[in-house]
């Protein structure tokens, strides 16, 4: 370095991370139920940013109300081998309400769950590079029973309204795709930013 260059001070996503691929995803985490399990909907989509590029290193988690409409979840998700103090995991039997699945290569991910009963949505937490605070959000299942009537969706326009609700792809399988920013796709239409809320 000479003493004409100038000093350049690190910016936030040097000192900040992201670091989420170090202990934070487990085995499982987007598993709440076992595979081939009736009854079970899937959960997918990518985590884009403003440009819609993927977010290869984001970490999503997620809660929701159990398919006897219950909120209290369980302990087990990240459940330790008391004797080899290893993972063990979720039991297989019992919903405990939360996943946590990080993003691929490609900004996607992939949870396995039941459509939650009692409230037509899960809860979403965003976790990304670039991000100094995480982000909340709502998934909501199209179709699902309250869904017409949720207060929140029934409060917003059209437009903004489609960033909370999923596409129904078949039976069982929904596509969530979240928006970090609003923009311009490469044929000249607009998307909106998904709809994050602001918990006081």
Do not use: N
């Not at 595979?35 to 909907?41: F, R, S, T, Y």
């Not at 100094?132 to 207060?151: C, K």
């Not at 969706?153 to 920013?181: N, W, Y």
Request: charged share 20%; with cysteine.
């Amino acid at each position: 370095m000479t003493a004409a260059t100038p000093r350049l001070a690190p910016t936030p996503a040097q000192t900040v991370g992201p670091f989420f691929g170090y202990a934070l995803p487990f085995p499982g985490g987007g598993d709440l139920v076992p595979p081939g399990h009736p009854g079970a909907v899937t959960l997918h989509g990518r985590v884009l940013d403003g440009a819609g590029t993927p977010i290869p290193d984001a970490l999503l988690e997620f809660w929701q109300a159990g398919p006897d409409g219950s909120r209290l979840g369980a302990p087990g998700s990240m459940r330790r081998d008391e004797t080899t103090g290893g993972f063990a995991g979720r039991d297989g039997v019992t919903f405990t309400g939360f996943a946590r699945v990080a993003t691929d290569a490609d900004g996607r991910y992939a949870l396995r769950t039941f459509a939650p009963a009692g409230v037509p949505y899960l809860s979403v937490c965003l976790f990304a590079r670039g991000l100094l605070h995480h982000l909340f959000s709502r998934a909501y299942l199209t179709g699902e029973p309250g869904y017409a009537e949720d207060a929140l969706l029934a409060s917003l326009p059209p437009a903004r309204r489609a960033t909370l609700e999923t596409v129904r792809e078949r039976d069982g399988v929904h596509r969530f795709d979240i928006r970090l920013q609003g923009g311009e796709d490469a044929d000249g239409g607009r998307y909106e930013e998904t709809v994050f809320l602001d918990f006081a």
